[in-house]
């Protein structure tokens, strides 16, 4: 399985850019796709996870119900809307995706065996 991730860049504070993420390689017919990120010194965290049915959407709490997540089964691809970006959004964001990730274990990082390169977002105050 292969995720290629897009949409990062040097964005200004309040800024709201919108971050994409496209499978390719497997024939899994259900799966999860989501996004950590891991800021400067800081430890990789949990951003958010939709599970294939698209009813499972957790958010780690720092975000602030600030980002949206969204799928589009067809396309095998995960969006990650991001709004009022601050400062401290500034992280390499990285796609994630498996088939086996169980509803309630979406922000384990060691669920997902399957990592994009990740994208870097730098928010400019």
């Known amino acids: 399985v292969q995720l290629q991730a897009s949409g990062g860049g040097l964005v200004q504070a309040g800024g709201s850019p919108r971050l994409s993420c496209t499978a390719s390689g497997h024939t899994y017919r259900t799966y999860t796709m989501g996004w950590f990120r891991q800021a400067p010194g800081k430890d990789r965290e949990f951003v958010s996870a939709?599970?294939?049915?698209?009813?499972?959407?957790p958010y780690t709490d720092s975000i602030e119900d600030r980002f949206t997540i969204s799928g589009d089964n067809a396309k095998k691809t995960v969006y990650l809307q991001m709004n009022s970006l601050k400062p401290e959004d500034t992280a390499i964001y990285y796609c994630v995706a498996d088939p086996y990730v169980k509803r309630g274990n979406l922000d384990i990082k060691n669920n997902y065996n399957y990592w994009g390169q990740g994208t870097q977002v730098t928010v400019s105050s």
């Open positions: 939709i599970a294939w049915h698209g009813t499972s959407t």
